[in-house]
């Protein structure tokens, strides 16, 4: 899930698997596999950003979680939010 922000600043997650595309021209358009558009505030590289974040966040989970932490430092990493 990304955090962003609709043109009136409401702020709303949105799940990153429901992105099929990311457009800016005179603002930026998110358009979701269902074909949904929402426009945000967020320019495109941030909203790119993001993605790449929460995807990259979510390999690191998945890798983790089939490993026992090796110590309490790593087990704090991997539980903090």
Do not use: C, W
């Not at 790119?48 to 089939?66: L, N, P």
């Amino acid at each position: 899930m990304i955090r962003l922000y609709r043109l009136d600043g409401t702020e709303f997650l949105l799940n990153v698997d429901l992105i099929g595309q990311v457009n800016s021209t005179a603002g930026t358009v998110i358009t979701l596999l269902s074909g949904e558009r929402i426009e945000v505030k967020n320019t495109e590289a941030d909203v790119v950003a993001k993605m790449k974040a929460a995807r990259q966040g979510r390999h690191e989970e998945d890798r983790q979680t089939d490993e026992a932490p090796e110590s309490e430092e790593r087990a704090g990493r991997f539980f903090k939010r």
